[in-house]
């Protein structure tokens, strides 16, 4: 994954007919590219930012099936949901986990409730169940969570998730792409089409790093652009009615004290509906999220002051310590692509997370809607739509078997994120022992990993490398400026750049930071 290599060899290749253009790079468009190149089909991805840039880099980190969708009665959803959290910690090890929940009861009520639907939940998952919910007594609870509120508690269900790093995922999906020989650019624009007898045979794309133009042609052209799918769609037809409602997801993370856990918690009812969790990562607790309708899409969302509020009074609730505004190492926000129903209520949270599949009358295929933990399912119905058109000729899908990362780390070593990379880290450790220092003890990352990342993982900006290829920024916002000098400095070495464009990058950063904190 060398950014210039790849845009040296797409110039060779300026006449090529491509099977499959994604334009997208997040969790669907990078899944989507993998399966077809995996099938045998030649593919390109193109990306208008960074990859995962949005919503795919601001989850709350689970890959579950959703006990929110159960108690909605979606059964279908939860059933696909729980195969693909299966198939993914099956072929991703080291990226993803066994998350341990715990729901704390106040009522017999909710006793009775929580513990026959989690029962279901077990059910549904069958043979990839990740453990039984049980449930626990009030001393077993406190013992598992010594900070939770102990008052009215009778109580608690065991039960079990999925849980990852999102955007580590999508480098890894964007590599394995890379890897069997599909060609992904990130900050490469699609802004046209090219079309032949009205329709569409291609795309117009801008580089937006050198401004340079390129003209791709296609068999397929998919938009996988989440948020961004009504903007896609308006240029092959601006007539287009919008096929997408989003919705806004806020986090907060805090100090891991404030949980003092290895378990999650999670708060099945709060006053306005929502589920809220509360979540150990990296050695930090991230809590969330909102649900929020929103009018205007935008690749950095900012949190509101209500739904900061709303996480901070309801963790208050549950916990002896309470949070508060000064206790906040982050704040993160990602838009919801949710796919527009027959039916609409206003109320995003009551909006299915099922995905819809569409073709446009010139051909462009457009996939809305979803949730990461259903991203390989989703790329293959992608595929399988158009095999069905007749666009592509018949392959099967091989990615329900394809292995994502390896165990090239031990459970307890935190370079497994890097997969294969984790042994070329401890060879530049090797040859220089001091790259290997925490930058900055608050985070989890030495000077080693930034090299590495720098030649393997096509980072365009300081932003690219501190919040999403490490997750830096969303782990303590402030540290991340702290070590912002030094991070660029090895950038600028190993990419090949000056003293102005570390300075230029440096501002550029300090002035993004400021939405995080």
Known sequence: MNRQKVIDELRLQAGKTWDIIVTGGGATGLGIALDAVTRGYSTLLLEQSDFAKGTSSKSTKLVHGGVRYLAQGDIFLVIEALKERGILLKNAPGITKDQEFIIPLYSIADTIIYTTGLKLYDLLARKLSLGRSVFISRNEVLLRLPNLEKNGLKGGVIYHDGQFDDSRLAI??????????????????????IKSGGIIAGVEARDEISGEQFSFQARLVVNATGVFTDTITELDDPAMSPSIRPSQGVHIVLDRSFLGSTSALMIPKTPDGRVLFIIPWYDKVVAGTTDTPVDTVTNEPVPLKEEIDFI???AGKY????????????????LRPLAIQHKETGKTKEI??????????????????????????????????????????????????????????????????????????????????????????????????????????????????????????????????????????????????????????????????????
């Open 312 to 314: 901070l009074e309801t």
């Open 172 to 193: 890894i999906l964007a590599k394995k792409c890379s890897d069997r020989g599909g060609f992904l650019l990130n900050y490469c624009r699609v802004n046209g089409f």
């Open 319 to 334: 916990l002896v310590r309470k949070p508060e505004r000064s206790d906040i190492l982050s704040t993160f926000a990602g």
């Open 352 to 517: 299915s997370r099922r995905h819809k599949i569409s073709f446009s009358h010139s051909g462009l295929l457009s996939i809305t809607g979803g949730k990461w933990t259903t991203y390989r399912r989703m790329a293959e119905e992608t595929i399988d739509a158009a095999i069905k058109k007749k666009i592509l000729e018949k392959r099967k899908c091989l990615t329900s078997d394809l292995r994502l990362t390896d165990n090239y780390a031990t459970h307890d070593d935190r370079l497994k994120i890097y997969n294969e990379g984790a042994a070329e880290i401890r060879q530049i450790i090797n040859n220089d022992p001091g790259s290997g220092q925490l930058i900055d003890n608050r985070l989890p990352y030495c000077r080693a990993e930034i090299r590495w990342i720098c030649r393997n993982e096509m980072p365009v900006t300081l932003e690219d490398v501190l919040a999403r290829r490490t997750r830096s920024l969303l782990l303590d916002a402030r540290a991340s400026l702290d070590i912002a000098p030094e991070v660029v400095s090895i950038m600028s070495v190993e990419l090949g750049f000056d003293e102005n464009w570390k300075n230029n990058q440096l501002a550029a950063y300090r002035e993004y930071v400021k939405k995080y904190l």
